[in-house]
T-cell receptor, first 116, second 115 residues
Framework: AQKVTQAQTEISVVEKEDVTLDCVYE???????LFWYKQPPSGELVFLIR??????QNEISGRYSWNFQKSTSSFNFTITASQVVDSAVYFC?????????????FGQGTTLQVKP | DTEVTQTPKHLVMGMTNKKSLKCEQH?????MYWYKQKAKKPPELMFV???????INESVPSRFSPECPNSSLLNLHLHALQPEDSALYLC??????????????FGPGTRLTVL
């Protein structure tokens, strides 16, 4: 069965601290895709990254970085030098290639609060 | 340009009202989605349209009626809703039916309150 677990419900940090958001997934498919989305208070889900199951290279984009490890079924997201504007709910999601449904399996989300 | 627009931003309706939510994208995407999101929960898939045809209905009550008039537009018609239907309704689109390679891009949502 497919499942995404974001064990951290809420995280609070002070500006300029580094923070890592954890994501653990379960799937029987060999081909799948993992995503991170950011949802600020305004409500829009903002796409951050997509990673397919055959690409285990870590990625860095500015202050954001992602660590994909198939051995532990994890796809963690790190924000370096956090800023107040990073405050949002962050969702990790899984899409299985064989499902043919287009369905995203979301984790429960992690609420990040960055205090000035 | 990865913009999906939704109107209205906010909607308040009574249980006997009929209203519609509108979603539009001009990215040439051929798959469009409706999600429902309750507070402090992840989005839940409601409907998927692929090439203007309904491909998935996640057992959504018939008081929600989707419509895809063309490849750029997606509507959600609402009738006889219940207070528990109050939620954020999100529209998304992707290049083709996702679950394979394509990223879903979301609109800003419509905050619906049913009185």
């Amino acid at each position: 069965a497919q499942k995404v677990t974001q064990a951290q419900t809420e995280i609070s940090v002070v500006e300029k601290e580094d923070v890592t958001l954890d994501c653990v997934y379960e799937t029987r498919d060999t081909t799948y895709y993992l995503f991170w989305y950011k949802q600020p208070p305004s409500g829009e889900l903002v796409f951050l990254i997509r990673r397919n199951s055959f690409d285990e290279q870590n990625e860095i984009s500015g202050r954001y970085s992602w660590n994909f490890q198939k051995s532990t079924s994890s796809f963690n997201f790190t924000i370096t030098a956090s800023q107040v504007v990073d405050s949002a709910v962050y969702f990790c999601a899984l899409s299985e290639a064989t499902s043919n449904t287009g369905k995203l399996i979301f984790g429960q989300g992690t609420t990040l609060q960055v205090k000035p | 340009d990865t913009e999906v627009t939704q109107t209205p931003k906010h909607l308040v309706m009574g249980m006997t009202n009929k209203k519609s939510l509108k979603c539009e994208q001009h990215m040439g995407h051929r798959a469009m989605y409706w999600y429902k999101q309750k507070a402090k929960k992840p989005p839940e898939l409601m409907f998927v349209y692929s090439y203007e045809k309904l491909s998935i209905n996640e057992s959504v009550p018939s008081r929600f009626s989707p419509e895809c008039p063309n490849s750029s537009l997606l509507n959600l018609h609402l009738h006889a809703l219940q207070p528990e239907d109050s939620a954020l309704y999100l529209c998304a689109s992707s290049r083709r039916l996702a679950g394979r390679t394509d990223t879903q891009y979301f609109g800003p949502g419509t905050r619906l309150t049913v009185l």
